[in-house]
Each structure stands twice: as C-alpha cells, then as structure tokens.
C-alpha cells in the first residue's frame, strides 16, 4: 500500500488537486475522492470528519504515521493531520482500499 499512497499523494500535490488540514478537508468534502486521516489527529476533528465523510459518501483512509510523516510524505515542512484527494482514478481508488481491507484482515 505504501508505494501506491506514496505515489497518489505526490501526483495530487504536483496537479494542486488537494487540501490539507482538518478544516479544509471538511471544506472541500463535496469535490473529494479520499480522505486521509493521520495517527495523531484530534478524537473531537477525527469524528467530525468521519460523519462529515459518511454523509458525502466519501471513504476515509487511515494513515499508518503521525502528522509530521504524512506531511513528509506531501512534502512539506509542516505537519499534515488530515488530507483530501480531489482527483484519483477509481481503479487507483478501489486498489489503495483493497489493500487497505488485506491489510485489517491479517
């Protein structure tokens, strides 16, 4: 899994067609593909953002890392609790969370 998010994140970030931070994930909702929720997010932004997500009908991805790495991983200098996709294939889409379900079940 962590080639394939790796990739779908720098293509996101290079095409601009994503938004960082909490709020703007709850923003911009409507016109997301993915949501991608660190490890060090807050209890009260992480359950706003699933209900938020469940009712846009827009599934939600849990990132195996802390805020700092998954900012690393957008490339930037600052943590990065939450991520929404805006552009991603759906064959992309259904691969990352197969592998993600694989992953659960072992």
Same mark, same amino acid.
């Given at each position: 899994m962590a080639k394939l998010l790796e990739k779908i994140i720098k293509d996101a970030m290079d095409d601009k067609k994503c938004s960082l931070g909490a709020k703007e994930v709850i923003g911009s909702m409507k016109n997301s593909k993915l949501i991608i929720l660190s490890q060090s997010i807050p209890k009260n932004t992480l359950?706003?953002?699933?209900?938020?997500?469940?009712? %846009?009908? +827009?599934?939600?991805?849990?990132?195996? !890392? %802390?805020? +700092?790495?998954?900012?690393?991983?957008? !490339?930037?200098?600052?943590r990065i609790s939450a991520l929404s996709l805006k552009t991603l294939s759906e064959t992309n889409l259904k691969t990352l969370l197969k592998e993600v379900e694989e992953e659960i079940q072992q």
């Open positions: 359950q706003k953002i699933q209900e938020t997500a469940t009712s %846009s009908k +827009v599934p939600t991805l849990n990132f195996k !890392g %802390s805020s +700092v790495e998954l900012g690393r991983l957008c !490339g930037t200098q600052f």
